[in-house]
């Protein structure tokens, strides 16, 4: 081997810390995946009321995530295969990503941070225009959809309701929330559900991301120290 002493421990610590790269990258592509096909997210962004689709816009975050962990079970092999080789372009070719990954990576938590109560608003919006469609006593030609719409909120979530709904709504409520919700003492707000659904989600979505950019400053630490070793070895020359 080209290189000796503390450079061949960096080089398998950056080998070690590659490795779990590779396998955060499948942990986190597998949990973008099951927040995409998750039921409960996937039950309500798929209703449709008066020709609008219910606002998508957690399943942004949600395909970002899928992209960052299959493009970091590439580069982490790349990682761990460039270590091993004490290949300088291939370890120079494997920083270059890193650092696009890292960048890419405060770009969505910058947009993440600055949208996070977006989502759950957007979806309250979608539901109060469906509950005052539900309760029109006035029956609007919407009002048969506007009720499927609160009966797959109310059935999803659990809830029942605004938490300060009118005394119209209370008359018909029986009519709109499955009866198993109704008999607890007081029906959950299915605004604070909404919010509390989203809010869980982007926690998980945030400690992946955080502990992937710890990783990553370690990576490129390690990765430039093993580069310089390759560079000022005595065998630099037969490295490939």
């Known amino acids: 081997m080209a290189v000796a002493g ?8 950056l080998f070690f810390f590659n490795f779990i790269f590779w396998l955060a ?6 949990v973008a995946l099951w927040l995409r096909h998750d039921s409960q997210t996937s039950n309500l962004l798929i209703l449709q ?5 219910a606002p998508s816009t957690f399943y942004i975050s949600v395909y970002i995530l899928i992209a960052v962990g299959a493009v970091m079970m590439l580069v982490g092999f790349l990682g761990c295969y460039g270590a091993i080789q004490e290949s300088q372009c291939l370890l120079g070719t494997f920083f270059f990503f890193l650092v696009i ?6 770009a969505a938590a910058i947009w993440g941070f600055m949208n996070r109560d977006t989502m759950s608003k957007e979806l309250i919006n979608f539901y109060d225009a469906a509950y005052i469609k539900a309760v ?16 797959a909120f109310h059935t999803t979530l659990n809830c029942c309701g605004k938490g300060d709904d009118t005394p119209l709504f209370m008359q018909v409520r ?26 869980e989600k982007l926690h998980l979505i945030g400690l992946a991301a955080l502990v992937v950019a710890v990783i990553m400053i370690f990576e490129m630490i390690f990765t430039m120290v093993l580069c310089c070793g390759i560079r000022n070895s005595p065998g630099s020359l037969l490295s490939v």
């Open 6 to 13: 503390c450079t061949k421990c960096i080089k398998y610590m």
């Open 174 to 199: 029986s009519t709109l929330c499955p009866s198993g919700i109704l008999s607890a003492p007081k029906p959950k707000s299915c605004h604070s559900e909404l919010v509390a659904l989203f809010s």
């Open 136 to 151: 029109d006593v006035a029956g609007s030609p919407s009002k048969d959809a506007a009720i499927g719409v609160l009966g």
């Open 25 to 30: 990258g499948g942990v986190i592509l597998g």
């Open 49 to 53: 009321f008066e020709g609008q689709q």
């Open 101 to 106: 990954l890292f960048a890419c990576e405060v």
